[in-house]
Structures are given as C-alpha cells and as structure tokens.
C-alpha cells in the first residue's frame, strides 16, 4: 500500500456528507475524539474501521484511500471512452468503460493518456474481408515491447496481449471500430483512428 487516509480527506468526505465529527463516529463505533483527532493528523483509524468508514461516507475503501471520490460519467456506456491502466510493477493491463480508481500491486493506477502514433510506433490498419490486420513495426525484446493491442468500438473493446519474442500484430473484427491502440512498455500508449489512417 503506497498511501493511508488522510485526516483531510476524512473531513471533507464527512462534511459532504453534512455529518458532525459525533455523528460519524457513532455510525462507526469509535469516538467522537477519535473522528477529531483523525481529522486533526494526531491519528489514523484502525485498518479494521476502513471498510466501515468507507461505507459511511458513500465510497470505496480505495477511493478512501486515495483521497478522491470518482464519479464515472460515461452513463451511456459509450466503449470509445474507455481507459487503458498498466501496473508498473507486474506488467498487468486493466481497462474500464469510462472513469474509474484502478489499482494494482498496491499502487493507484493514473489512466493512460493516448498519443498519436509516431514514426517509432506507427500502426498499421490493412483491412482484410471483415477484419483489420493491425501490426506494429517494433523492437519485441523483454525490455523493449508492444506490450498489448487493442480495438475499441463504441459498444465492445476487442484486446490482445502480446509477449516478448512474439510478433507485435493482431486481428480485430472491423465492427464499428473507432480507434486502434497499441501500448508501449518503455513509452506509453498510442492511438490511431482507422477510418482515416488504415490502407487497404
């Protein structure tokens, strides 16, 4: 765990909720001293009280943590907003429908920011019978790969992973693809938009 609540956050969360520091502390079990000296830095809450703390303030053990409160607001389920979180330590890639807290290996995951693809990354897009043939043109050593692939419509995310030593291509279905992804282990995420960048 790379952070612990923060009395700062505790208060904010407490006083959104229009709650006293007596208030909380009565839902929770503890006293209503223990909720000020939280609040004040003298102390933190028993690692056992999270999940209940948590559940006060309307939010997640992680978002509690975190000291954020996210509020995903993709209420369509529109898939092209889709965010990509890769795990630093394990390697793990995670994708959401929209905004989220993500961790992983005790770490808070930030999302990837997509750049467009550069000579070094460029993705290529051919369009075969119903599918497209995308491809990097990449180093795939281990500590310097294409990591994974990826096609997102707006209503489905298709996803490969890829492995060092392997070849830095997939196949996606063309169904209503809005970008194609590929992820870079040493310099991040990128993004093409097939409409306007694939070649038959």
Excluded at 13 to 38: D, N, P, Y
Excluded at 41 to 51: M, V, W, Y
Excluded at 57 to 66: F, N, R, T
Excluded at 118 to 123: E, R
Aim: hydrophobic fraction near 35%.
């Amino acid at each position: 765990m790379d952070r612990y609540v923060t009395g700062a956050a505790i208060r904010r969360l407490r006083e959104r909720k229009k709650m006293t520091q007596e208030e909380l502390a009565e839902k929770i079990f503890v006293s209503g001293k223990a909720v000020s000296k939280w609040e004040t830095g003298q102390g933190f809450p028993d690692i056992s009280l999270l999940e209940p703390l948590a559940g006060v303030l309307g939010i997640s053990v992680i978002e509690l943590l975190s000291g954020e409160d996210i509020r995903n607001v993709n209420r369509s389920s529109d898939m092209a907003r889709s965010r990509f979180y890769v795990c630093p330590v394990c390697g793990n890639a995670i994708c959401s429908a929209g905004e989220a807290l993500v961790s992983c290996c005790g770490i808070t995951l930030p999302a990837l920011e997509p750049e467009s693809a550069d000579a070094d990354h460029a993705i290529g897009a051919r369009i075969s019978e119903n599918e497209y043939y995308v491809s990097v043109d990449h180093p795939m050593s281990r500590e310097h790969h294409i990591s994974f692939l990826a096609a997102v419509s707006d209503h489905s995310v298709q996803f490969v992973k890829l492995y060092p030593e392997g070849g830095a291509e997939a196949r996606f279905r063309i169904d209503r693809v809005k970008y194609l992804y590929a992820y870079c282990n040493r310099h991040g995420l990128y993004r093409i938009s097939p409409g306007r960048d694939s070649r038959e």
